[in-house]
């Protein structure tokens, strides 16, 4: 991916350091984390974002796929972020097919 800009959803961020927590990672990785992350354009959570996750969640909904699950909540606002800024999601994640309005890169 050199050569291209790399988003960030603000859930991405937070399992990012919570893995990273829980992983009882010392204080050099999670710096080298936050490096990473920095290098990084984390979205913002707008209210057209939030509008974008409502809609996507109905439609999944609508159409009976998995996504619109409780318990793809974080997958839902990551693929809620790729859409509200038009960016193809790069996942090797079977939920993000055909979920309506989302282009997948792998």
Not at 2 to 11: R, S, T
Not at 75 to 82: I, R, S
Not at 95 to 105: A, S
């Amino acid at each position: 991916m050199a050569g291209q800009q790399v988003f960030l959803a603000a859930v991405t961020v937070a399992e990012l350091r919570y893995g990273a927590l829980v992983a009882g990672w010392g204080e050099t990785r999670r710096e080298r984390l936050e490096r990473s992350i920095d290098s990084s354009s984390v979205v913002p959570v707008s209210d057209t974002l939030i509008t974008t996750a409502a809609e996507l969640r109905h439609s999944c909904r609508a159409i009976g796929h998995p996504l619109h699950e409780p318990i793809h909540a974080n997958d839902l606002w990551v693929a809620a972020t790729a859409i509200h800024i038009a960016a193809h999601l790069l996942t090797a994640d079977a939920v993000f097919q055909e979920v309506p309005g989302l282009t997948l890169r792998r």
